[in-house]
């Protein structure tokens, strides 16, 4: 049976509302007795637009004195979902927090703020943010002072704001992913305004150096472009994160060595797509190769980079990677489909032949990478063939793992039209022939690592066992093994002894503890 899809046009119907005022700064309505103050608020036609506006770069202070003071003795609560991209949000969110006076709480009921950095990449995403929406409403009659935010990606939504206006009054602030450095005022203007403020940019702004940052462990994300620009028909990303933009390389440098000086081990470049960095310069010639070369030679013991489009993987990236030190050997490289004829329908811009040749060029220049990806079942109109061809590139690449999903329609993107004609059986059935053929080779991989020794970069205790610590390999594998919890955040070596599927048992080298102690 086909999926029911949900109306959003319910959530349009605003013959409630009234129109109280209205100015160059926005529009202020009253719907059910709540007056919301609309500064601006997303519009899917815009969002679908590439403009040709010029990109500045701003190097403001964006929490000026009168506003630093608004939450001492105050307390914070940021619940993040979705990817990489999210969580470097919530640190910059948690940033602009503190410098504000705000410390953080895991308790809601000591919390004043409390928000919802939101991931609109998959529909059970969704529900889980208007469930958790739900048990607010009990919190919120009890504290009324409670200030409730909804951001990111979900936010860039039209049908998503609209819902939350007509059955989620209670909440008082909105906003998006272009405009988060607009949160202290924002909060000055819930707080003294009383009112729900709804700030949603549908077109891009412009990148803002200089955010704070609330980083924690001993690895840090940096981010290097914001943006998408390969429209993929499943992917509701170039709406929600716009058009491609990338940070100027002095000032990612500049944010890499200041990481560097302050101890962190392991920095991970994040974009959308990485490989597109640079494509929108017009007075360099920079581009990701470039970037990888000039972090090549800072002082940080690891780099890694996520995610890559196959598309724009070339020759002088895999010609950079292959000079190692601190460039790792793990490499996440998203097929999607092991079909050209679904990759086509997909608008991947490649190939199953051109990804099988990608591959192989990495693996020649970097023969110990471990590459890993992400697979999508289920896509509309997949035959049994094309779903054996996924899976007889799976085996041909060999990837030690993968993220794998059963394809969910996205409200706004090309798919989400197109006959869902994969019965939900079929696809689970599938899922599960993936996941065992991923899981046979990450086993292979892994028995492999029997007897070797890898570095480890030790990341905290075990959450089963205090008595073992947990960390990475440089190719990204998780590994177990017993010692001491004043080793978490520096690197030993262990020797692998029991290989297992999802991560690996080893004994630590006493002689790697006494060179790092």
């Known amino acids: 049976m086909a999926k029911e899809t949900k109306d959003y046009s319910k959530y349009f119907d605003f013959s409630d509302a009234k129109v109280i005022s209205e100015d160059e700064r926005g529009k202020k309505i ?25 990109i500045k770069v701003l190097y403001d202070n964006m929490v000026p004195e009168e506003l630093r003071h608004i939450g001492l003795g105050k307390h ?19 940033g602009l927090l503190e410098q504000m006076g705000y410390q953080p709480t895991e308790d809601r009921k000591e919390a ?3 928000l919802y950095n939101t991931c609109a990449i998959r529909e059970n995403a969704e529900d889980k943010v208007f469930g958790e929406l739900g048990h607010m409403k009990v919190l919120k009659m009890e504290k009324p002072d409670l200030l409730l935010g909804v951001c990111g990606c979900m936010s860039q939504e039209e049908g998503v704001v609209n819902r939350i206006l007509q059955k989620h009054g209670f909440v008082d602030m909105i906003f998006g992913t272009h405009n988060i450095h607009r949160l202290p005022y924002l909060i000055q203007e819930a707080l003294f305004g009383k009112e729900m403020v709804v700030e949603v940019w549908s077109k891009e702004g412009d990148i803002i150096e200089n955010l704070p940052k609330k980083r924690e462990g001993m690895r840090a994300w940096v981010n290097i472009m914001y943006g998408c620009d390969k429209f993929c028909t499943y992917c509701i990303v170039p709406f929600t994160r716009g058009k491609e933009r990338s940070r100027r390389p002095e000032d990612v440098i500049a944010e890499v060595r200041e ?5 962190f081990k392991e920095i991970t470049l994040l974009g959308q797509n990485v490989n597109a960095y640079g494509k929108d310069f017009t007075d360099i010639d920079y581009r990701f190769g470039d970037l990888m070369d000039d972090i090549h030679k800072i002082n940080i013991p690891r780099i890694r980079f ?36 679904v990759l086509k329908k997909m608008s991947r811009k490649y190939t199953r032949e051109s990804y099988l040749e990608l591959a192989a060029k990495i693996k020649a220049a970097i023969p110990n990478v471990v590459l890993t990806t992400d697979i999508i079942v289920g896509f509309p109109g997949e035959t049994d063939e094309q779903f054996e061809e996924t899976l007889s590139l799976v085996r041909e690449v060999g990837f030690d793992s993968a993220f794998t999903f ?42 492999a690592l029997r007897g070797e020794i890898v570095e480890v970069l ?12 947990s960390g990475r390999t440089r190719t990204n594998k998780l590994v177990h093994f017993e010692g001491s919890t004043d ?10 002894t029991e290989p297992m599927t999802w991560y690996i048992k080893g004994n630590i080298l006493p002689e790697s503890i006494t060179s790092v102690s």
């Open 487 to 496: 080793l978490i955040g520096k690197f030993v070596m262990v020797e692998i």
């Open 259 to 263: 990481l560097a000086r302050q101890g």
């Open 112 to 114: 004043d703020i409390i």
């Open 30 to 54: 009253r719907i059910r007795g709540r007056e919301i103050q609309i500064l601006s608020e997303p519009n899917s036609r815009i969002e679908k637009q590439r403009g040709k506006e010029e």
């Open 406 to 447: 059963i394809y969910s329609p996205r409200e706004g993107t090309p798919a989400a039209v197109m006959e869902d004609n994969v019965p939900m059986e079929v696809k689970k059935q599938r899922l599960q022939r993936l996941n065992e053929t991923i899981n046979e080779y990450s086993r292979k991989f892994n028995d």
């Open 458 to 469: 030790v990341e905290g205790e075990s959450k089963r066992n205090s008595n073992i610590l």
């Open 306 to 341: 996520t995610t890559s489009h196959p598309r724009d993987f070339d020759d002088h990236l895999i010609e950079v990677l292959a000079k190692g030190g601190n460039l790792v050997e793990h490499i996440h490289l998203p097929v999607q489909s092991g079909s050209s004829a």
């Open 76 to 94: 914070y609560i940021v619940y993040t979902f979705g990817c990489q991209m999210n969580e470097h949000d919530s640190e910059t969110i948690k």
